[in-house]
């Protein structure tokens, strides 16, 4: 008695560029076992396939619509699986998977829908990574600066007579010393001209004074 096709659905899903396989199978128990199948675009139809790309006797295939379709399972032991090669996005679509099995309206039905998409390619920006110091634990991290100091230039009359800023290094403390030294010898004859010019017109006029005394009391 038949007992009527058995149909099933798959979704396979690949990428361009792959190779993508379809799965198909049937038990096969013994030689006897082996039937033919075949492959077809569309879903199946009430006998054969619909647009056929590729059939097979069981042993070897005997029909091939282009080499990109190929059963690369073992026949034999019942794996009739599609393999597209190098798919493209028009091989998705609906795919028939029919084995002939003995019986009226017994044959083993299977629609699989395959879809191929363009591979992601990631656009994510590159990341920047950023490298800071840290301090060891128990530490205090303190920025540090660097500090030029710039020292105005003086004239004799205004220099200091000890220097309190420390010394860079010996050269320029001897140099220092030096200015120093000069500079002391020098601002006795620098202060105070007024004062010298002032007791020279007292002296002027205490002579002045006596000479008049002196004719008057003559």
Known sequence: LPTG????????????????????????RDRNGITSMCWGRGRCPNSKCYQTIIWTNGWRVTEQHSS??????????????LTIVNAREADSGIYCCRVELP????????NHE???????????SPHTYTSEQTS???STSEPSFTATR??????????????????????DC??????LQNTSV????????????????????????????ALFLT
């Open 68 to 81: 990109r379709y190929q059963l690369k399972g073992d026949l034999q032991n019942g794996d009739v699986s």
């Open 174 to 179: 001897l140099d220092v010393t030096a200015n």
């Open 136 to 138: 060891a634990p128990g």
């Open 186 to 213: 020098s601002l006795p004859s620098q202060q105070h001209p007024e004062r010298g010019l002032y007791i020279g017109i007292g002296s002027c006029a205490a002579l002045l004074l006596i000479l008049i005394l």
């Open 5 to 28: 096709p058995t149909v099933s659905e798959l979704v396979v899903r690949g990428e361009v560029g792959q190779d993508v396989t379809v799965p198909c199978r049937y038990s096969v």
């Open 103 to 110: 019986g009226w309206f017994n044959d083993q039905l299977i």
């Open 150 to 171: 710039t020292w105005p230039s003086v004239s004799a009359s205004e220099a200091p007579q000890t220097a309190s800023a420390p010394c860079s290094g010996p050269p």
């Open 114 to 124: 395959v879809v191929i998409t363009t591979a992601r390619i990631s656009t994510a």
